[in-house]
């Protein structure tokens, strides 16, 4: 089965008020050296000028994840998947319901950690390297022009690119829990 890492960063947390700001995609590979895919919406010509208008985005994000099978996210199931259905939707893009391993739902069946997010789970096994998230960051990237906007859009790019990183180590580690993990998805 073709897999791939995915995390998205957005402008807020519901799809019908907020943006797509970035997503990287990785093809899964145990051994890290899958390759890796950035879209950023600062990189589509109507950025400067309309930036409600996420569908070219939305459309290369599509057109990324069509070729996997499988798309393992850190919750996932509960929030990357279902704003991007909201998003493609909006645009007129069908996407049928995708196999989703969301490490987040291993992690409460299987585990008895204090907190589940990707940052206290990976700590817990040892695994370093995910960013601060910096409100004022986020609303530059959002809202601000020219040189502080991409800045700001660098700052969330390298962030949501550690947490693929840490995401592919956590997904390595714990896989074994889910045994269904290539055929179903996630087996919750």
Same mark, same amino acid.
Not at 29 to 35: M, N
Not at 58 to 80: E, Q, R, S, T
Not at 153 to 165: E, G, L, S, T
Not at 181 to 188: A, C, H, L, P, V
């Given at each position: /089965?073709? &897999?791939?890492?995915?995390?998205?960063?957005? *402008?807020?947390?519901? #799809? $019908?008020?907020?943006?797509?700001?970035? #997503?990287?995609?990785?093809?899964?590979?145990?051994?890290?050296?899958?390759?890796?895919?950035?879209? %950023?919406? $600062?990189?589509?010509?109507?950025? $400067?000028?309309?930036?409600?208008?996420? #569908?070219?985005?939305?459309?290369?994000?599509?057109?990324?994840? /069509?070729?996997?099978?499988?798309?393992?996210?850190?919750?996932?199931?509960?929030? $990357?998947?279902?704003?991007?259905?909201? %998003?493609?939707?909006?645009?007129?893009?069908?996407?049928?319901?995708?196999?989703?391993?969301?490490?987040? %739902?291993?992690?409460? %069946?299987?585990?008895?950690?204090?907190?589940?997010?990707?940052?206290?789970?990976?700590?817990?096994?040892?695994?370093?390297?995910? &960013?601060?998230?910096?409100?004022?960051?986020?609303?530059? #990237?959002?809202? =601000?022009?020219?040189? *502080?906007?991409?800045?700001? /859009?660098?700052?969330?790019?390298?962030?949501?690119?550690?947490?693929?990183?840490?995401?592919?180590?956590?997904?390595?580690?714990?896989?074994?829990?889910?045994?269904?993990?290539?055929?179903?998805?996630? =087996?919750?």
């Amino acid at each position: /089965m073709y &897999t791939c890492l995915l995390d998205i960063e957005t *402008t807020g947390f519901e #799809a $019908d008020y907020n943006i797509i700001l970035c #997503a990287v995609l990785k093809t899964y590979q145990p051994d890290g050296k899958g390759q890796i895919t950035v879209l %950023r919406s $600062d990189s589509y010509t109507n950025w $400067d000028y309309n930036r409600s208008v996420d #569908a070219p985005i939305c459309k290369d994000l599509y057109k990324a994840l /069509m070729p996997y099978d499988i798309i393992i996210a850190h919750n996932g199931v509960n929030f $990357d998947v279902r704003f991007m259905m909201t %998003r493609f939707l909006k645009w007129g893009i069908v996407w049928p319901q995708p196999k989703i391993v969301d490490p987040v %739902r291993i992690a409460r %069946r299987y585990l008895r950690l204090g907190r589940n997010g990707l940052e206290s789970a990976c700590h817990h096994f040892g695994i370093y390297g995910k &960013t601060s998230c910096i409100g004022d960051k986020w609303m530059e #990237a959002k809202f =601000d022009r020219g040189r *502080t906007n991409k800045s700001a /859009m660098n700052y969330v790019v390298d962030h949501c690119v550690a947490d693929i990183d840490i995401l592919e180590k956590f997904t390595t580690k714990i896989k074994h829990l889910a045994p269904k993990i290539n055929q179903m998805g996630s =087996d919750i």
